[in-house]
Nanobody
Framework: QVQLVESGGGLVQAGGSLRLSCVAS????????IGWFRQAPGKEREGVSS????????YYTESVKGRFTISRDNAKNTVYLQMNSLKPEDTAVYYC??????????????WGQGTQVTVSS
């Protein structure tokens, strides 16, 4: 059974930083684009960032450009989301997913259980 496990969430003050990690087993992440999504209470799931499987292309939603950085370490089967200059509006449950290179959740086949990120003002 494929599992994606996120970690690194928590409570941080506005302006602070967090690094989220996504580890997969037994899935080999090399063959998949990996996306980070978030969902705040009462809102739809939103694509935050995506990284392609092999050539490192990245997408970012406009609201996080210049603040968030997605990266992958295929040797560790891990994808990271470095989040800097966090804002209260970044508060949400963050999910990683494996699938096709896109910010649309509809093209992702495998999902983690999510990690809570809370940014206080």
């Amino acid at each position: 059974q494929v599992q994606l496990v996120e970690s690194g969430g928590g409570l941080v003050q506005a302006g602070g930083s967090l690094r989220l990690s996504c580890v997969a087993s037994p899935l080999t992440l090399d063959y998949y684009a990996i996306g980070w999504f978030r969902q705040a209470p009462g809102k739809e799931r939103e694509g935050v960032s995506s990284i392609s499987s092999s050539d490192g292309y990245t997408y970012y939603t406009e609201s996080v450009k210049g603040r968030f950085t997605i990266s992958r370490d295929n040797a560790k089967n891990t994808v990271y989301l470095q989040m800097n200059s966090l804002k209260p509006e970044d508060t949400a449950v963050y999910y990683c997913a494996a699938g096709r290179f896109s910010l649309s959740p509809n093209v992702y086949s495998y999902w983690g259980q999510g990690t809570q990120v809370t940014v206080s003002s």
